[in-house]
């Protein structure tokens, strides 16, 4: 009896056209990040036909043509955008299911709270909707400091790490 209340109640849900925080979201390419300009009937971006289409908030979604990488919960990296292969000097299929630290490492050292990557990263892998802005600098590279903000996105919901 239960489960038919549950089911009842569970009718009046409807799919979110608006990220959590109000904002539109986006789809975007996770290796091209071009978005599609018309309704998507696949998972396989239309333009580059190499990455899979994601989605995230307006604010945190990146430019196309954007470096970015997409982590999943073990800080496994998922997906390393091509203008990310050029800035990390990597290439995707070395760095997929490698961890993030293979590729980026805090490049503040005494970062606590928010600013601290791994925070970051761990809170957007939750699902939190709030974007926050590190300091990061390819690993085994000193000297640099790129910033880098940080989000959920999905699906699956995983971490966005857009290098500004």
């Known amino acids: 009896m239960t489960n038919v209340i549950a089911m009842q109640q569970r009718a009046g849900l409807e799919v979110a056209t608006d990220a959590p925080d109000g904002g539109p979201s986006i789809v975007f390419c996770s290796h ?31 430019p196309e043509g954007g470096a970015f990488l997409v982590i999943d919960s073990s800080m496994s990296i998922c997906a390393v955008s091509a203008a990310a292969e050029r800035l990390l000097a990597t ?36 699902g939190d909707q709030k974007t926050r802005k590190v300091f990061v600098r390819p690993t085994n590279t000193f000297g640099v400091r790129m910033t880098a903000r940080i989000a959920t996105c999905g699906p699956p919901r995983a971490a966005l790490v857009v290098f500004d």
């Not at 990040?33 to 899979?52: I, K, Q, T």
């Not at 293979?102 to 600013?115: H, K, R, S, T, Y």
């Open 91 to 126: 290439r995707e299929t070395d760095s997929v299911n490698s961890h993030l630290t293979q590729l980026i490492v805090p490049a503040d050292a005494e970062a606590q709270g928010a600013a601290n990557l791994a925070v970051a990263v761990t809170w957007a892998v939750r």
């Open 32 to 62: 091209c990040g071009a978005r599609p300009e018309s309704e998507v009937f696949s998972r396989v971006c239309e333009s580059c036909g190499m990455g899979l289409l994601l989605e995230a908030d307006e604010q945190t979604a990146p």
